[in-house]
C-alpha cells in the first residue's frame, strides 16, 4: 500500500520521458523527409520562400496535433481573431521555446527574427534562409542579409504576410516581461503596418524552462489571444509604442508580470522549440 504512491511519481516521468522522445522523433523526422521538398519549393523561384513558409506552418501543425492526441490534460484555447491577422507585426511575449513554432503553426505566410547563431546550424540554417527569416544582426556577416529582408518587409506585410517577433528576445523564466529590444517596432513604423499585440499564456506549463521532458499531465489551458492593436504613426516615438505594448501584456499576463525597464537593444527570438 505505501509504494503505489511512491510509483506514481516515477510513473509520470516515464511518460513524460516516452512522450517527449515521441514528439523529438516527429520534430527530427522533418531533417530528413522535408530537405528534398524544400529543395523543390526553392527551385520555384520568387514562389518558393511562400511555399516553404506553408510548409513550415502545416509541418508545426501538425505537431501540435499530436501534442493535442498525447497531452489530454492540456487544453488549447486560440482565438479566431489572432488566426485571423493579416499584414501586420505581431508583437507577443515569451514565456516557452514552444511560442515560436506555435506562432508559425497559426499563419500560411510568416517571417519572424531569428538569432544569428541558428543560421550556422547546417540544414537548418539553409532552411531559414530559404523560408525567408531575418537574421537579428545588424552587423557582421548577416548584416547584409537583415537589410535585404527589412526592406522587402513593406511588400510581403501589404500582400497579406504577417512578421511575428518576441521582442524580449529570450524566455521569460518567471513570467514577468523582461527588456525590449526596439527593432521590430522601428520596423513596423518604417512600414506603415499595424501592430497586433498577441499574449501566448500557460505554455511554460507544458515545457518548463530548464526541462528536458515535456509535463504531459495538466489540467492546464494554453491562452493565445490578441489583445490590443497600435498603429505606430499614431504615436510621438517608438518608446511610447513600446510602452503601450508593455502594459497590454502586463494586463494580460496579470500581477506576476511586473514591468521591467525598457530597453533599446537588438535582439532576436529563438526559432526551435
Known amino acids: 500500500m505505501d509504494a503505489a504512491p511512491a510509483r506514481r511519481p516515477l ?17 527530427l523526422g522533418g531533417f530528413v523527409f522535408l530537405p528534398p521538398v ?13 511555399t516553404i513558409q506553408r510548409l513550415n506552418s502545416r509541418f508545426y501543425r501538425g505537431f501540435f496535433a499530436l501534442v493535442r492526441v498525447l ?43 531569428v538569432k544569428g547563431r541558428l543560421f550556422d546550424i547546417p540544414v537548418f540554417g539553409t532552411m531559414l534562409r530559404w523560408a525567408g527569416y531575418i537574421p537579428a544582426a545588424a552587423e557582421g556577416r548577416l548584416a547584409g542579409l537583415m537589410v535585404e529582408r527589412v526592406e522587402r518587409l513593406r511588400d510581403f506585410l ?21 527588456r525590449f529590444s526596439s527593432g521590430a517596432f522601428k520596423v513596423a513604423r518604417h512600414c506603415g503596418a499595424p501592430i497586433r499585440v498577441v499574449s ?12 528536458f521532458a515535456f509535463d504531459t499531465r495538466g ?32 494586463a494580460a499576463a496579470g500581477p506576476a508580470a ?13 526559432a526551435q522549440p
Do not use: K
Not at 501589404?158 to 523582461?178: H, K, M, Q, W, Y
Not at 525597464?261 to 527570438?269: D, E, N
Open 158 to 178: 501589404a500582400a497579406g504576410g504577417n512578421l511575428f517577433v518576441f521582442p524580449e528576445g529570450t524566455r521569460s523564466r518567471d513570467g514577468r516581461i523582461g
Open 200 to 211: 501566448i499564456r500557460n505554455t511554460d506549463r507544458m515545457f518548463r524552462p530548464g526541462s
Open 11 to 27: 510513473l509520470q516521468r516515464a511518460l513524460d520521458t516516452a512522450i517527449t522522445l515521441l514528439l523529438w522523433v516527429y520534430f
Open 71 to 113: 497531452m489530454p490534460g492540456h487544453r488549447w484555447r486560440v482565438r479566431p481573431e489572432v488566426r485571423a491577422v493579416r499584414s501586420s507585426v505581431v508583437v507577443c511575449n515569451h514565456v516557452s521555446y514552444l511560442d515560436s513554432i506555435l506562432m508559425i503553426s497559426l499563419f500560411d505566410r510568416h517571417t519572424t527574427l
Open 258 to 270: 511586473a514591468a521591467d525597464p525598457i530597453s533599446l537593444t537588438s535582439a532576436g527570438t529563438d
Open 38 to 50: 524544400y529543395i523543390a519549393a526553392h527551385l520555384l523561384g520568387a514562389r518558393g520562400e511562400r
Open 219 to 250: 489540467p492546464n489551458t494554453v491562452h493565445v489571444e490578441l489583445v490590443g492593436t497600435l498603429e505606430p504613426s499614431a504615436h510621438a516615438s517608438t518608446a511610447a509604442v513600446m510602452e503601450a505594448v508593455r502594459a497590454m501584456l502586463a
